[in-house]
């Protein structure tokens, strides 16, 4: 493909805080953004050149945002592939496109084809039903957590299982929808790898952070993550290697759990930008927003290489209230301009540099 010029028209599909951070890189190298969100005034739209407010099954809306832009992305995983599939029959691309989606969008599909490629998971069994956990359960030998297949995020959709007496609770808790169980993983910590995969198919990643989460949601992230270098460059591989075997356009999110021995066992992929990859327009020489753009318009990608150690902070509900007056020197404030604090919706973030990189 030719690259993109400076003036053209990405669209995004969904308006969170993510389309909103795209958006900001699209503008600063030259293009105009088109938001498309079922949401009335989503936090990305307010910064975007417009946007389109309709349901993911309006084909119509569909169909008129594809004629409006050059080329379309996506910062929300949930996006029925079905919208996507309208949109490439309208002859526009979507990148990245319906394998990443429909891959990530359901965690037995996920695991399966982590497992398929090389990409170790903690064990799991299929779920259909109450009576399918306590078999599953004694054959994992471990206590379980109950995962729905589809729509978790943040810690929702979720249940601890530790004794088979426990099943027909953890059932009801996730609404007895089809889910998995997986074994419980006793790791050390837990770390993510961002990687970005252009449409020539040259591959970049940056330094995985190491991440703290709270009530299921993330925290905090840091990098360098303190691992040894082995451990860090296996993870980087196996995020590279995913992000090859998807045929992914843009940036991706690989999660993993670091065992105490430095097995890595990944938990679940974004195919997008990353809440843990916000400290890299900070620590790093291009930032995961700026490199999604690029690959999404065809651009050369830009250099990872990190800088500085560095931390993110997330604000989370009341949080999100900060006094600017408040903030240290080296503090960078990003608010997502949401209406609502709401207890675990995320507010905003802070990231730090800490300092000049050591090794
Ligand atoms: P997830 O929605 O799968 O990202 O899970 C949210 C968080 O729950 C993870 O970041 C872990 O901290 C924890 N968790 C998820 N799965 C497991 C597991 N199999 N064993 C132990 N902790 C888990």
């Given at each position: 493909m030719t690259p993109l010029p400076p003036?053209?028209?990405?669209?995004?599909?969904?308006?969170?805080?993510?389309?909103?951070?795209?958006?900001?890189?699209?503008?600063?190298?030259?293009?105009?953004?088109?938001?498309?969100?079922?949401?009335?005034?989503?936090?990305?739209?307010?910064?975007?050149?417009?946007?389109?407010?309709?349901d993911w099954d309006d084909a119509e809306a569909l169909r008129e945002f594809a004629a409006a832009c050059d080329v379309i992305t996506l910062e929300f995983e949930n996006v029925p592939v079905e919208s996507v599939r309208i949109i490439e029959v309208a002859g526009k691309r979507v990148l990245p496109g319906?394998?990443?989606?429909?891959?990530?969008?359901?965690?037995?599909?996920?695991?399966t084809f982590l497992n398929q490629h090389g990409i170790a998971t903690a064990p799991f069994h299929r779920i259909d039903a109450a009576g399918d956990i306590a078999p599953a359960l004694a054959s994992l030998g471990t206590a379980g957590v109950l995962k729905t297949r589809r729509d978790g995020y943040d810690g929702k959709g979720q249940a601890w299982v530790r004794s088979p007496q426990g099943a027909e609770a953890a059932w009801a808790a996730i609404g007895a929808a089809p889910a998995i169980l997986e074994g419980a993983i006793a790791f050390d910590c837990e770390i993510s790898v961002l990687v970005a995969r252009g449409q020539d198919g040259t591959t970049t990643s940056w330094a995985p952070p190491r991440n703290t989460h709270k009530d299921g949601i993330l925290d905090r992230s840091v990098v360098p993550s303190g691992l040894p270098k082995g451990v860090e460059e296996e993870a980087r591989r196996k995020a590279m290697h995913l992000a090859e075997a998807l045929g992914h356009v843009?940036?991706?999110?690989?999660?993993?759990?670091?065992?105490?021995?430095?097995?890595?066992?990944?938990?679940?992929?974004?195919?997008?930008?990353?809440n843990s990859g916000?400290?890299?327009?900070?620590?790093?020489?291009?930032?995961?927003?700026?490199?999604?753009?690029?690959?999404?318009?065809?651009?050369?990608?830009?250099?990872?290489?990190r800088l500085f150690d560095a931390e993110m902070i997330n604000l989370i509900g009341e949080a999100g209230h900060v006094d600017p007056a408040k903030l240290g020197p080296e503090d960078v404030l990003t608010l997502y301009?949401?209406?609502?604090?709401?207890?675990?919706?995320?507010?905003?973030?802070?990231?730090?540099?800490?300092?000049?990189?050591?090794?």
């Open positions: 003036g053209a028209t990405i669209g995004i599909l969904g308006g969170g805080q993510l389309g909103r951070m795209l958006a900001g890189a699209a503008a600063q190298l030259g293009f105009d953004v088109l938001i498309y969100s079922p949401e009335d005034d989503p936090p990305a739209g307010r910064v975007a050149a417009g946007a389109f407010q309709a319906a394998a990443s989606l429909s891959v990530s969008q359901d965690r037995l599909a996920e695991k843009g940036v991706l999110a690989l999660e993993f759990f670091v065992l105490p021995d430095g097995t890595l066992l990944a938990n679940e992929f974004a195919p997008r930008v990353h916000h400290c890299t327009p900070e620590a790093c020489k291009t930032g995961q927003f700026e490199q999604h753009i690029r690959c999404v318009a065809g651009w050369p990608l830009g250099d990872t290489y301009g949401k209406r609502e604090a709401r207890p675990g919706r995320k507010m905003g973030h802070i990231t730090r540099r800490l300092a000049p990189r050591k090794d």
